[in-house]
């Protein structure tokens, strides 16, 4: 990737987004919600991505750490009332910084003891993990435990969700095509040829969970702030495997490729709702007769995901066939 | 005392189906290096297999009895196996040459489209499961009561594990499946036929998770699509504790995670029942992670 | 990586805000439709799907009845529902498009707690008044004044299992088990506690589960051991009915009581004959006398083969009273409806009358029912 692009891109997203800021927050919109799931889908992906896709650490604990971010940032800007705008973005940005430090620092406690395992061990501990996770914050009763935390403020809007976005992006893809970076492949490729050469996979593998955690943290920020509401059910194991889905879907590896992904599930998802609430079809008396496509999107997924393994494993968007 | 010993005998049954469940995971990760995330879910398809089957069995045997109890658990047992072989030869025999992060995902994927279809065929709500077997509470001397499925849940454990050790060390085919998870390219060259073998020990893994579903769904009668799920993660466990690979280690994990569970819910606290099991995996993974009974496998470069 | 094309990605992420961002747009106002349209989010699959099939059965017969005649202010209803798969995350997805693109003027559900407060925001924020049938965490109606319940608050009807238990029952020590994952368990247990040792009683043991459970002898025998009078089991019938099966295989045969989280048609199916004598609270029975009650119970058998439980009850309750704010403000502008949602007095609902309280809660009684021969029975009404 040409850096010099890299630069003005990332720059020319942050001044469009800033129009964003003048959007307020419109809390009812419907499809200002859905650009926001969209951001925050690609953030979690592409976070996701550098763990699983460029490291090759098959996580399954994901949604563990967009939780720690949200519950992080929401405790936060609880502590404050009305704000005016220039003051709610300053205090934003802190939590934002705390949420994703928090869930980096976990990200940090998943990271070590998964060290020394594989493949299956290493997908089942983080999943583990994340269920861990939900069942101590279903328990602690200073966030609300099951009865969950209300979030106080809407401050994610337009500028947050896709200057993050963008941000997340070039962080993860600069880092990946960096001299640094190419430990992380180095490590997914052949860890054991890796440490031959030298390469540290402890740091790199520890690296790539710290990293990924803390703009999942972020992700899990923008949601809380959005969606105003959270429960330690919402954060469980199905979340988790969303985003694995995208990461799959994408092409484990292919930051291009994991956007689209993300995008297009998260569209999906809307789009089925859509076709299952049409009312009357032609041909069909019943009302609602698409009314079933909503539970089938799942199903969906999960043939998704056979299917793409059968015949495309390295992603529908990759160009390039993965070597074995 | 007396409730130390109920406990017990509560931790006994449970650990039991946890056996069952966990030699079906250890017996195709011996001969595949793989982990099935989709057998959890074959368990709950045993009870739901189990669940449609009873009313039209009643056609042919009374319900509850024991001649009916057991039609229904060979069937559904029988019904699994089948399953249990088409999804290998469809979702994981052709990926065999591929890296193994491949299957994981398809296993992953066959997982999440059983527990989605499931939900969505038989309705997400849970169903009363039938009584097939005669049920009598026991109720001893001391305040120790139980009732007859809990005994039958370990006893018919037991017969299966007799069954399976018969099989496994005295047949042909048991001792194809030990060469294939020795050395693969070795039996092959022997004229083992790797398919069939392969095919066999899911069928026989898929048979014992949906004996593992009917036994669970006989004591806790209330089944639901997405019930394999928090035991299947158990019984790997379970399988790991023992040794991944070894039959007796899984049997032993799948006791010793049902009682221990059983204890520290009821005597600590059971707020955090569901976390044990993950706990007791990273202890074990980290301390020992061949498990009890298991060998140090050293990584060939 | 190379990335080709920076140009795209520019482009792609200029038209994104733009396109959704200019989305301001108000929705077709109903105003100058010729329906009034209503949402109402449920939970019509997934976990919880008998409680949103329920109410929604309950909300559709109401919408029917009011069409049939004439409908409001002279429009017919126009009832567009949304099924949040009893997941979470979903309701707050849903309200907003049936508020944003839809263009409601009011909103019906929901009946679990926690996807209530989900959407309480939302309708808050755009001041679109929102009916709850049957979520009774005192937390729903505090998020605002635009939010409504036609149901008693587990405060109340915590205190009336306490007061049941100690005084009809006449129990003096009493376990609790609650179900850890959910708000309504962990709410209810805490309200009943208080109101159990207020009257002088003593909890002896306290257990938990979670919501999904299936095995239950852990808990059970560690209770058993505590030898309470009775044990208090404020969760959903999906595991009351394990559970109580289980506490008679262990051989504890004390009354078992609970809330309105037993009343569905799956409990007995499921609990069998170990239910016999076991006792709950819920917001009404079906063999209530009253003609309004008869007549509601016959018109719901005959549209969908089933005797209406307490949530579809609610569920046509909610709608009907909306119906009736909306005929009393003359309009279907949130600020005049949610006024005079809030003056409602004794409206004559099929669980009772309504009355809003300051908080926006119904003060009603509850009815307290018991299990005889596989069937609810009636056994008593408390009044607040």
Request: hydrophobic residues 45%; aromatic residues 8%; negative net charge.
């Given at each position: 990737m040409n850096f010099r692009h890299a630069k003005t891109i990332l720059l020319g997203a942050l001044a469009l987004s800033f129009i964003g800021l003048f959007f307020g927050s419109q809390i009812s919109s419907y499809p200002l919600f859905v650009s926001y799931n969209i951001g925050i889908s690609i953030i979690m992906a592409v976070s996701l991505n550098l763990i699983n896709g460029y490291t090759g650490q098959f996580s399954l604990g994901h949604a563990g750490f967009m939780a720690v971010g949200a519950y992080t940032s929401a405790v936060i800007t609880n502590h404050f009332g009305e704000l005016n705008l220039f003051t709610a973005n300053a205090v934003f940005a802190i939590a934002l910084l705390a949420g994703g430090l928090a869930a980096a620092l976990t990200g940090l406690l998943v990271g070590i003891p998964t060290l020394r395992l594989r493949g299956d061990y290493l997908a089942i501990v983080t999943l583990g993990f994340g269920e861990i996770i939900r069942v101590i914050l279903q328990n602690m009763d200073a966030v609300g435990g099951a009865r969950g935390l209300s979030v106080n403020h809407a401050w994610t809007n337009l500028f947050w969700t896709f200057g993050l976005a963008a941000v997340t992006i070039y962080v993860i893809a600069s880092l990946v095509n960096s001299t640094y970076g190419r430990g992380f492949i180095a490590v997914r490729d052949d860890e054991i040829a890796a440490e031959a050469m030298g390469i540290n996979t402890t740091k790199y593998k520890v690296t790539a969970f710290i990293i990924g955690a803390f703009f999942a943290g972020i992700a899990g920020r923008l949601y809380a702030h959005s969606t105003l509401y959270l429960t330690p059910n919402g954060f469980g194991f199905m979340l988790s495997i969303t985003f694995v889905v995208m990461v799959i879907l994408g092409g484990m590896g292919n930051t291009v490729g994991v956007i689209i992904a993300a995008i297009l599930l998260t569209l999906l998802n809307e789009g089925l709702r859509a076709m299952a609430d049409i009312e009357h079809l032609p041909g069909f008396t019943v009302e609602r007769p698409l009314s079933w496509l909503q539970d089938a999107h799942m199903i969906i997924y999960s043939l998704l995901l056979i299917v793409l393994m059968l015949t495309r494993p390295q992603g529908l968007f990759t160009l390039r066939k993965r070597n074995n | 005392m007396t409730?130390?010993?109920?406990?017990?005998?509560?931790?006994?049954?449970?650990?039991?189906?946890?056996?069952?469940?966990?030699?079906?995971?250890?017996?195709?990760?011996?001969?595949?290096?793989?982990?099935?995330?989709?057998?959890?879910?074959v368990f709950m398809l045993g009870a739901f297999a189990g669940f449609y089957l009873a009313p039209k069995i009643t056609r042919v045997l009374p319900l509850p009895s024991v001649a009916g109890g057991i039609a229904v658990l060979a069937v559904s047992m029988a019904i699994c196996a089948a399953l249990g072989v088409v999804i290998e030869r469809f979702a994981y025999r052709p990926l065999r040459k591929q890296p193994k992060l491949t299957m994981l995902i398809t296993a992953i994927g066959v997982s999440l489209f059983l527990e989605n279809a499931g939900q969505f065929v038989f309705g997400a709500a849970p169903k009363r499961f039938p009584e097939i077997l005669p049920s009598f509470p026991i109720a001893t001397l001391g305040g120790l009561s139980f009732n007859s499925n809990q005994i039958v849940v370990i006893a018919v454990t037991g017969l299966l594990l007799i069954a399976l050790r018969f099989i496994v060390l005295k047949t042909r085919m048991g001792r194809a499946m030990r060469a294939v998870s020795f050395n693969p390219e070795a039996a092959a060259l022997m004229g083992v036929n790797t398919d069939v073998v392969i095919s066999f020990t899911f069928a026989l893994g898929s048979a014992l998770a949906a004996a593992a579903g009917v036994l669970f769904a006989i004591n806790y009668p209330s089944i639901d699509p997405l019930m394999g799920i928090l035991p299947g993660l158990k019984a790997f466990v379970a399988a790991v504790l023992g040794g991944i690979g070894n039959l007796p280690g899984a049997a032993l994990g799948g006791i010793i995670i049902g009682v221990t569970e059983t204890l520290v819910s009821g005597y600590i606290s059971s707020t955090y029942r569901d976390a044990i099991a993950f706990g007791i995996l990273i202890l074990i993974l980290l301390v020992k992670p061949s498990g009890l009974l298991g060998k140090k496998e050293i990584e060939k470069v | 990586m190379k990335i080709r094309h920076p140009h795209i990605y520019l482009a792609v992420l200029a038209v994104w805000p733009l396109l959704t961002g200019c989305n301001k747009s108000a929705p077709e106002s109903s105003a100058d439709s010729s329906t009034i349209k209503v949402g109402e989010f449920a939970s019509l699959t997934g976990s919880e799907a008998t409680f949103g099939q329920s109410s929604h059965?309950?909300?559709?017969?109401?919408?029917?009845?009011?069409?049939?005649?004439?409908?409001?202010?002279?429009?017919?209803?126009?009832?567009?529902?949304?099924?949040?798969?009893?997941?979470?995350?979903?309701?707050?997805?849903?309200?907003?498009?049936?508020?944003?693109?839809?263009?409601?003027?009011?909103?019906?559900?929901?009946?679990?707690?926690?996807?209530?407060?989900?959407?309480?925001?939302?309708?808050?924020?755009?001041?679109?008044?929102?009916?709850?049938?049957?979520?009774?965490?005192?937390?729903?109606?505090?998020?605002?004044?635009?939010?409504?319940?036609?149901?008693?608050?587990?405060?109340?009807?915590?205190?009336?299992?306490?007061?049941?238990?100690?005084?009809?029952?006449?129990?003096n020590s009493v376990a609790v088990l609650s179900d850890v994952k959910s708000d309504y368990s962990l709410g209810l247990a805490k309200f009943f506690k208080q109101g159990f040792t207020g009257a002088d009683g003593k909890i002896i043991a306290e257990e938990n589960y979670s919501g999904g459970d299936k095995?239950?002898?852990?808990?059970?025998?560690?209770?058993?051991?505590?030898?309470?009078?009775?044990?208090?089991?404020?969760?959903?019938?999906?595991?009351?009915?394990?559970?109580?099966?289980?506490?008679?295989?262990?051989?504890?045969?004390?009354?078992?009581?609970?809330?309105?989280?037993?009343?569905?048609?799956?409990?007995?199916?499921?609990?069998?004959?170990?239910?016999?004598?076991?006792?709950?609270?819920?917001?009404?029975?079906?063999?209530?006398?009253?003609?309004?009650?008869?007549?509601?119970?016959?018109?719901?058998?005959?549209?969908?083969?089933?005797?209406?439980?307490?949530?579809?009850?609610?569920?046509?309750?909610?709608?009907?009273?909306?119906?009736?704010?909306?005929?009393?403000?003359?309009a279907t502008d949130g600020a005049k409806v949610r006024d005079a949602l809030a003056a409602t007095r004794n409206f004559p609902g099929v669980t009772g009358n309504i009355t809003m309280d300051a908080n926006r809660d119904a003060s009603k009684p509850a009815v307290i029912l018991t299990i005889t021969n596989g069937a609810f029975k009636y056994v008593e009404t408390i009044a607040p």
């Open positions: - | 409730e130390f010993l109920q406990q017990l005998i509560n931790g006994l049954a449970l650990g039991s189906i946890l056996a069952l469940i966990a030699l079906g995971y250890t017996m195709v990760y011996g001969i595949l290096r793989f982990i099935n995330f989709a057998h959890g879910d | 059965k309950g909300t559709q017969l109401a919408m029917d009845d009011l069409n049939a005649a004439g409908g409001v202010l002279g429009k017919k209803i126009d009832l567009i529902y949304e099924d949040n798969q009893s997941q979470a995350g979903q309701s707050a997805t849903v309200v907003r498009k049936l508020i944003s693109s839809d263009g409601v003027v009011a909103v019906l559900g929901e009946v679990a707690s926690s996807r209530s407060l989900e959407a309480a925001p939302i309708c808050q924020q755009s001041g679109i008044p929102m009916i709850s049938p049957a979520s009774t965490n005192p937390k729903v109606t505090q998020v605002g004044d635009y939010i409504f319940r036609v149901c008693f608050i587990d405060p109340f009807q915590g205190t009336v299992m306490a007061n049941f238990v100690r005084k009809t029952l006449k129990l095995d239950f002898s852990a808990q059970l025998t560690a209770i058993k051991a505590a030898n309470p009078d009775g044990i208090f089991v404020p969760g959903y019938y999906t595991e009351v009915g394990l559970i109580v099966l289980q506490a008679k295989q262990l051989g504890i045969n004390c009354p078992i009581f609970g809330g309105d989280g037993w009343e569905s048609s799956s409990l007995v199916p499921i609990g069998g004959a170990a239910l016999e004598g076991d006792y709950f609270s819920t917001h009404y029975s079906p063999q209530d006398t009253s003609p309004a009650v008869q007549n509601f119970v016959k018109e719901f058998t005959a549209k969908y083969g089933e005797t209406p439980d307490a949530m579809a009850a609610l569920g046509y309750d909610s709608a009907m009273l909306l119906a009736d704010a909306i005929k009393r403000a003359g």
